[in-house]
DNA sequence: ATGAAAGCGCTAACAC
DNA sequence: GTGTTAGCGCTTTCAT
């Protein structure tokens, strides 16, 4: 900058004044600077600025996976809001471990971001008091625990409940839970729309139904074996990464002739055969929201609002659900019989979620 | 830090050296500074660290779409590596815009970042060679044009002619190529092979058998209607992102019933009926490939590297390969047709890639 | 419209 | 083992 003052012959603050658009620069004076600045192959220093004005022009966006497509997409939504208002996007993968948590998120907290948005792994979010006057903060998909911060969660409930309720319209009562652990929240509550579910219809609770694990394509496959033990007809999968590793796991353990219905959609969900009936959830939408939340509170440090924001989210009809156990035999031939059903029904083609591939 | 220095009654710089874990320190003057810096809650500021550094500790990232997955698996190998050295990992989605990609990475490129990792969509990198000097630079899947820059891409002739081979192997001889845009390397040099396999089995080339724009659902709708016309019997996709654009639009217009093979691995593939037969390509190895070697660039920098670096892929062979137009009648009864082969293929269940939902 | 000086928070380089 | 000085590149404040 020095070198360009020199050549243009004007004082640093000039340049300084040149690249940020200062109106009390005389337009001769600018010409001279700018062609200075291209002669001299000048770019200004964003660290200094940075470092100057005491906020990096990054949000931080920490989540479990990034490489999950729930979780991109939810980065995605960040990322969008974010480039309009020329700030950067930082990812950091929080990973299976819990305690793996506080030391990622602290870490990126030491950056002075514009703010931080997390779907936490660990149940306490309670490290993050002393970083809640500095950093905004805001939680998606997963409300904190012991942190009064922002969030932004879906229905987990209600979706459940209509999940479960749409397989007992069609029929079923013996229904499998199948899902991550009972340590994040949304799993939580989804266990729970489905238990009011089942409860509004009478049909009670077996714990023989319900089993969690199905975070990896082995967890599935086990929590399978367990579920299969107490004869279900169908299946409510209480995440997209569950229904992934469910669904290649079902037709490997010769169970595809159950009915499923999972709560979030995911790549490709609607080629399947039969086409997987899903709860929607719009991550992309998410992640829009929390950055904006971000953007309002240091726009307005003292207005008030609303801490909880909880989205509604809508069943998505295709064809998993309509799978009878009774209609097929058992095995892969259970597929095959339902093929004419999902494969001409006209919801098959569905593309309800920003997860699909392109846009 | 002041305030710690002076609670510790002890100079700035002593306390620097505490988090520093410089081991010229008293351990009595060190515990008083420690309790001290818990007391007054006290942080170092990475901004102003960095700033002295001179370098953020961090790897930019710029994809096309940070929401696809296979652009999603990059990121999360680069992350794998940048964790282990206290590097942050920004994204950056360029967007389908190539004038977008040059604004967006200068921006990228002015906080001083230790690396940058592309996957460029634009035919013209010149403009990097300003910068070449001052942030190490390398690239993914696609290679530079216009720069001599680092990269890792994968053997996009090789692989496309070995997908084309096996459709030739068995029994095709009209087989369709459907692609994003020639524009990009990877989809140029992916019909380069699959012209070439042609060539080699001495069939001739037919324009009428090779589209592009399949990279939405729109496009891929499109492009197999005007295939469709040629009459093909299988079906090459030049990469992931069409594959999922193109399996959900053969069920729509009534084509499922071509064989088909694609390059690059995607979430489900192995779940679909028939499972898709791909050419699989590791991106989140190619993500740790590149973050190393912009460790390797800063800790040798007078060594010589490779600049190129082709990474082979390998077929796996699941069972779209197998469909056969012959067997089947047209539409959806096609897919059901072979469900059976496929269902009890014994490679139905393959998980080769790293695109699968999780680990 | 332009410039001079001071300083953001931290750390090399050099005392002591 | 600890302190002092100076300065990273920029911008704010206050003159001129």
Redesign the pocket.
């Known amino acids: 900058?020095h070198d360009v003052a020199a050549a243009a012959?004007?004082?640093?603050?000039?340049v300084?004044?040149v690249?940020?658009d200062d109106?009390?620069?005389?337009p001769?004076?600018?010409e001279r600077i700018l062609r200075a600045m291209k002669e001299l192959n000048y770019v200004?220093?964003t660290l200094?600025?940075t470092?100057?004005?005491?906020r990096a022009p990054v949000v931080g966006v920490a989540v479990p996976d990034i490489a999950d497509p729930f979780f991109s997409a939810i980065a995605r939504g960040v990322e969008e809001v974010a480039v309009e208002n020329n700030i950067a996007v930082s990812v950091t993968s929080l990973g299976d471990e819990p305690s793996r948590e506080q030391p990622v998120i602290e870490s990126l907290l030491r950056f002075q971001l514009t703010g931080l948005i997390v779907a936490p792994t660990s149940n306490d979010q309670s490290y993050l008091e002393r970083w809640s006057g500095s950093t905004p903060m805001v939680f998606v998909d997963r409300a904190p625990t012991r942190f009064a911060g922002d969030c932004f969660v879906e229905d987990d409930r209600g979706g459940a409940h209509t999940a479960t309720t749409h397989l007992i319209r069609h029929g079923h009562t013996r229904i499998g839970f199948i899902g991550d652990t009972l340590s994040i929240p949304t799993t939580h509550n989804r266990l729970e729309g489905y238990k009011a579910a089942l409860d509004d219809a009478g049909i009670p609770y077996r714990p023989e139904l319900v089993t969690f694990g199905a975070r990896s394509a082995a967890g599935a496959i086990a929590s399978l074996e367990f579920l299969l033990a107490a004869g279900p007809t169908a299946l409510f999968s209480s995440d997209a990464r569950c229904s992934m590793n469910v669904i290649p796991g079902m037709q490997e353990v010769h169970s595809a002739d159950l009915a499923l219905v999972g709560f979030g959609d995911f790549p490709m969900a609607n080629a399947l055969r039969p086409a997987t009936t899903v709860i929607d959830q719009n991550p992309s939408n998410l992640g829009r929201l929390a950055m904006n939340r971000i953007l309002d509170r240091i726009a307005s440090p003292a207005k008030k609002f609303r801490r909880r924001t909880v989205l509604p989210v809508n069943l998505v009809e295709r064809a998993s659900c309509l799978v009878s156990w009774e209609a097929g035999t058992a095995g892969a031939a259970g597929v095959a019989a339902t093929v004419g059903v999902a494969g001409t029904a006209g919801t098959a083609g569905n593309l309800p979620s920003e997860l699909r591939p392109a846009v």
């Open positions: 900058m012959s004007v004082s640093a603050k000039t300084s004044r690249f940020n109106p009390h620069v005389a001769a004076t600018r200004p220093n200094a600025q470092f100057r004005s005491g």
